[in-house]
């Protein structure tokens, strides 16, 4: 029996070329499979088609956004994960969707390999090969662009004497990753770190400098899940959509920064990510009400790590899920509703309101109704500064 | 001889109070002692000769903004130190300064007693008493507000009835406190944290939705000190002042928020730190640029296990020190400059250029001239993935 | 009604005279629970009868072993909780099972106080007190000890004036705790902290130095829990049982150190944990066998705090719920045999099986068979070291 | 000009057929590097002149011992440097010792490679080349046992074809390496792990079941730095040297253990360590007594992280110098004397004395003169507890 390949397909030239050039590189059937993460562009049908036409034996397309906001969005908001305290993983979340999607075509297709399309320097090919060797150990992978010499130059001149059906001429000047999480650009002018990003870079937010009405918005949480804006239901989907949408409009969640790549090197990213900085500000804050000091000052080291695992590519690996398994337990009582303003760049909470609120009126307010006890803080300082008061007269008593 | 205690004065109606009520409850002699941390408002000499007036024995004001600025600020904002993620510690970080003129002028006085005005159910009073408790372990802490009764409406009486110069009627709606790094307010209707903050609240700040022309500053800094702006060369605190000013202006640095006091309860605190949040901000990128990755991801839980030290009233401890052995070393390289836009209360860092930059534009360059070495990967991708690998196929063959 | 006191017995001096002195202090009527956590000694039924001679209203003792072993050991072990890298929190796992049967006492018996017998300055307090508010929030704690004066010298007095039916005269040396889990030693000679322990104050464990032969076990685990030892099923008491005798025989399991407290001052303590050392000895090397590295190495972290926390006395914690989250969600494949060599006080693994290893024999071996690909080294080592040789270029550049 | 190469000479087989190896396939020079780290054996001068013989244009001998013990295994003795809680790092210590002479003897000899002898699977040859990268960053590495096929048969084969003056015949069943600090052995019957060791294995240290007198020593530390045996001055190297030989008398210091190797997999270890153990125990215990709790917490987490990256070849690392700064800073009053009892496999601290001591008698004591004002107590704990407490009745509230 002929052996297959199922390949990562985004419907850009170098993927259409990867096709043919696996196809005459191993002898292999080509299956395509694309994914809707909320990238937006071409229609799917369009792309699934293309890959017919470039030559693969079965060409899958799904709607994958759903599945990615529950599955792969939420557990990143729960956790507030921020790269460097920055990046909510936009495309890191993407690839072990993807990959889940892949290693599913390749068990029910009897493919004994996947390919992807990535280069050799970024995070994205670690994402997609330590994926695929968590969830399907035996699956070989290929990596054509990377290692067997397939550079935009030879992809051009392979689509061109193949006569693929696509566009070899126009090629933008950025390398863009974008889905509902967020878009991601690289490369070019950017890629000289005292250049600033200009209008042109960005599709998800309007300028924030552009004088306009603020937005004010109430997001609900369930138990560490969006499930209202402004009162009415909605899915995980529709909250990041909503969000993009309305934070996008006020210029929310533009970022520019020097990035620490797993492959050692530090490269310059722009990212906007209106709708995931607009849940994630809200989320933080929902939890400064509803979550224990202690859980909560511990839980910034697990999303701190949380973040970087899943940017290492280690979405699929044993930590990963020992630190979801605390992630969701500290969710339990994240509900309540969080008034955000939205405007000039700015998501600000201004507003918190919950039923599993840890905010106790009287034993915070200097006013009238005060019921907390000021006769125990006294024993308490004494004992809390105990430790460094018996070091403190050490040191002195040793003339340091 | 008449024992002496030396009391922490801010020349408002409390610590005012406190001097005769300290000389009735003790017997003792009441030196008070003030200083200028940037807090603005009134004259030093109006403060000193007030004390005078309300019976202290001494009084002492001094200038303590450089030394604020050099010893207090700088090594906060080379840990990034951000309360919560948010808050850059303003109070916690005058209250050690204090403390340690306290204690000085105790020793010069022959002093037995240090004695601060704050109530029971605050952070600061746990930051006064630790620290005296480290530089002076032998000196006794008076807390007359806490635990002497001396509430609020006897303050007033005893004003009135010993007819001490100062004004007894006008009473803010808010607390208030505030230094060169930022400001903190907080009571009042704030303390329904459904409500939002209300322009009157804020004085280091303007309104971010004011339309307004942006402004573009450079910070450069020399191992991780701040020492010029826009080229010229400024100190630590001419730094801090500047943009408080220049980001302030652009509505920079407003933060409201719900926040774990040591104490063990929730508090709703709204904060400005226009100077405190761009430093912070460039300093960070700056870091990114010249900080190697595996220090970079320690020095975030460093940098917060700073800010949790200081914040619960630690600044003397033994770890506090240790932790500011690591930051120090981790300075030595992020010189360089960070070119910030300042508009509608963002400050963002829009360039980037540093002689110790460790960002390698021929190993991030997608164009020509890359040297990236793209045939390490593969053997770098698996190994990597090794672990996870073996632990999913382990996971496979159990059928789990 | 009368109110009622639930008070935590242990049928020794102190408590028996609480129940007179808390009914006389306060009116109300006594309540005595006393729990069987294995500390041996007297039969529970004497204890229980004391109780009611010492005028207490009801006594209830109660079989807590299995659930001790269950809910409060078997967490420790799975965390390797040892604090300071030592001690096995005998005392602190017991104090919260004995404050859950007291607020359930409470509960039942419509009790709205509850008593300890313990003094101001050790770690119980907090424990019985923390716990008491976390699962009975409404419930008021008496401490007589610590809060009413009840020195040991007027418990003696309190005793002969009213004939209570318990020993005044014979005082052992030491302050000794102990439950199935291990046994803790404290006070007399042993304050001296250069004074080494003599062998007298040791109860569960013989001399480590007596000559006499090796003792070999094989401790069988399932997914954490151990469920064999040599073969034959054990419940989890029956297998620190089993251990506490096997390695107490040859004197595994003695600790001696000084211990930072959380009232905030360092004590001398003695402790041995036959059972638990050899537990955790066993239970650590099949962690090291199946469990990935970044999970193992992530969760030294986990259980570090775990230990610091119920030290602490937050064993209800929110904290505490979420670690134990991540700690059960990694020991899903901690199943395998570890043979054990104890003798002459140590208890050393000398051998693994497990179904569920991730050892690999043909990855690891030098020999033939050796499956490792040694060329993919190459790349991986050059990228792993890329970020230091990136930082190092840059030092020698900048001449430092 | 010939180029040249330094080479990583061990005196034994492989290296020694890399001279002519390396000579051949490059046509450079290769320059031989040996040093004494403590390891025993042959003479340096016979090994100097082995590797002539072989064919060497240089050959350097050095006696490294003090420098790896002050530079070296004094670092890691501060860190308290455990890998996985167990392994005192000893391999991983010379290498980056090694690398420094290599790198050195390079730039003195105008060489532009470095050469070693590491195969492809281990940790070792990351430890060599990330350093020599850190090191030398322009300096080219050569690995043939791992990138030119010179497996053990051809290394054979070209020893006895070019009539090299070193045995091919007898071979060890274990792959050993050693030094002052320990010994590490693997392979051989021992890759089965649930085979336990045999006494054959051990060199450094007698079998600890055979009934001997114990020994007992005292060591005293100046600032984290062991100065003193028994009242005696010694120097770094000689306390190790010294413990070696009395703790491996008494058997102590075996190690047995799976461990997680860098390049992604599990391997079985043997390592005997008797100085390194013993001298760790003690310092544990010292810094138990002199470093105040916060610190000692946080500074676990340091060691940890610590001893996984000089495990991982990091020892040139950024984060390494930072975290040295913290231990430095750490070590400033862990002066004192620690009792160790050495005896049957174990070495127990029995007792400690410190000018420095946190421990303070008249706090700890229950006995008369208790200078602990219980008082404080209440207050504390009611505090301390807050957040549980509110948390708990959080939770009450809502049914959870």
């Known amino acids: 029996m002929t052996e297959r390949v199922v390949l990562a397909y985004s419907g850009g030239l170098d993927t259409s070329v990867a096709i043919g050039w696996i196809a005459e590189e191993t002898g292999a059937e080509v299956i395509a499979v694309a994914g809707d993460v909320g990238q937006g562009g071409e229609d799917m049908e369009v792309i699934r088609q293309r890959a017919l036409d470039c030559g693969a034996v079965e060409s899958i397309v799904a709607d994958m956004r759903d599945e990615f906001a529950d599955e792969f969005c939420l557990p990143a908001l729960q956790a507030n994960a921020l790269y460097m305290d920055r990046y909510p993983l936009v495309s890191a979340l993407s690839r072990p969707l993807i990959v889940k999607h892949l290693v599913a075509a390749a068990k029910y297709h009897g493919a004994s390999m996947v390919a992807h399309g990535c280069t050799g320097k970024g995070n994205d090919q670690v994402r997609f090969e330590v994926g695929i060797g968590a969830l399907g150990p035996d699956l070989q992978v290929l990596a054509p662009v990377r290692d067997s010499g397939m550079t935009r130059d030879k992809a051009i001149a392979f689509a061109e004497e193949k006569g693929l059906p696509i566009a070899t001429t126009k090629k933008s000047p950025y390398s ?22 200009i209008e042109d870079v960005y599709e998800y937010t309007q300028d924030p400098t552009t004088p306009r009405e ?15 804006i402004d009162g009415k239901p909605v899915t995980v989907l529709q909250a990041i959509e909503q969000l993009n949408a309305r934070a ?14 797993l492959v050692g090197i530090k490269s310059r ?3 906007e ?3 995931a900085i607009a849940l994630i500000t809200a989320h933080q804050e929902l939890e400064n009400v509803t979550i224990e000091r ?8 697990v999303g701190q790590r949380w973040a970087e695992l899943v940017y290492d590519g280690l979405w699929f690996s044993p930590l990963k899920k020992a630190l979801d398994a605390f992630v969701a ?13 939205l405007h000039g760049g700015r998501a600000v909470a201004t507003g918190r309101r919950s039923e599993a609120s840890l905010y106790d009126f009287n034993l915070a307010t200097y006013d009238t109704g005060d019921t907390f006890d000021q006769g125990l803080a006294k024993g308490f300082v004494q004992l809390w500064g105990m430790p460094s008061k018996l070091a403190a007269a050490r040191d002195q008593r040793l003339g340091s």
Not at 176 to 197: H, M, S
Not at 329 to 338: A, K, L, R
């Open 269 to 271: 990213e722009v990212y």
């Open 329 to 341: 337990e500290s969710q339990q009582h994240v509900t309540g509703e969080i008034r955000l303003a």
């Open 214 to 228: 603020a937005d004010e918005v109430t997001i609900g949480f369930t138990a560490g899940v969006p499930t209202s």
């Open 248 to 261: 996008g409009a006020q210029g929310v969640g533009r970022l520019d920064m020097v990035e620490d790549r």
């Open 273 to 275: 990510a209106p709708g």
């Open 294 to 301: 202690d859980l909560a000052r511990f839980k910034r080291t």
């Open 176 to 197: 863009i990753d974008q889905n509902v999480w967020g878009r991601a650009v690289e490369t070019g002018f950017l890629e000289d770190i005292w250049n600033g990003p």
